[in-house]
T-cell receptor, first 109, second 116 residues
Framework: GQNIDQPTEMTATEGAIVQINCTYQ??????LFWYQQHAGEAPTFLSY??LDGLEEKGRFSSFLSRSKGYSYLLLKELQMKDSASYLC??????????WGAGTKLIIKP | EAGVAQSPRYKIIEKRQSVAFWCNPI?????LYWYQQILGQGPKLLIQ????????DSQLPKDRFSAERLKGVDSTLKIQPAKLEDSAVYLC??????????????FGPGTRLTVL
């Protein structure tokens, strides 16, 4: 079956760095998305990786290893507004998104 | 550019009642998605339209849920009759295309449904 695994919850300190991991098992693979979702709001797009390696976008970076079925989202210089859920989603061979349950990130002052 | 619009934002009904949600995607987006998101879980795809045709409705409980996208633009999702376990946020999303390649999905604000 198809599966996305990511930690349920993480806690980090304002100003620090946090890495949110995601492993995936899908029938075929056409890329991996990260979305941010604040409580009570809709998900918003953060990144898309289809090739191995690190993609940097400001304070956020996303990494992909296709051979390991693994991705991570790296958040630097954490701010209180980064408190949210981070959803990992993989695009399978039918170009359907398989979603993880999300990682709730709590930022403490 | 206007985003994905949904209404209502909140709805409270009793079990066995009917409810309908409306979605207006971003202008020009061919693909429209309805998701169900239960608290603490990721979105679950209910149905995907490409223009006014259904691409995937494999996870839509067809005995009680129905959806349509007339004229390939707006869409409605209906639940009849509702059950307690239907309490969730119903998200509508749209993308320019579907199928091969990268298609970022843009989400609406969602409708929070509470079934009592």
């Amino acid at each position: 079956g198809q599966n996305i695994d990511q930690p349920t919850e993480m806690t980090a300190t304002e100003g620090a760095i946090v890495q949110i991991n995601c492993t995936y098992q899908t029938s075929g693979f056409n890329g991996l998305f990260w979305y941010q979702q604040h409580a009570g709001e809709a998900p918003t797009f953060l990144s898309y990786n289809v090739l191995d390696g690190l993609e940097e976008k400001g304070r956020f970076s996303s990494f992909l290893s296709r051979s390991k079925g693994y991705s991570y989202l790296l958040l630097k210089e954490l701010q209180m507004k980064d408190s949210a859920s981070y959803l990992c989603a993989a695009l399978d061979s039918n170009y359907q998104l398989i979603w993880g349950a999300g990682t709730k990130l709590i930022i403490k002052p | 550019e206007a985003g994905v619009a949904q209404s209502p934002r909140y709805k409270i009904i009793e079990k066995r009642q009917s409810v309908a949600f409306w979605c207006n995607p971003i202008s020009g987006h061919a693909t429209l998605y309805w998701y169900q998101q239960i608290l603490g879980q990721g979105p679950k795809l209910l149905i995907q339209f490409q223009n006014n045709g259904v691409v995937d409705d494999s996870q839509l409980p067809k005995d009680r849920f129905s959806a349509e996208r007339l004229k390939g633009v707006d869409s409605t999702l209906k639940i009849q009759p509702a059950k307690l376990e239907d309490s969730a946020v119903y998200l509508c999303a749209s993308s320019e295309g579907a199928g091969e390649g990268y298609n970022e999905q843009f989400f609406g604000p969602g409708t929070r449904l509470t079934v009592l």
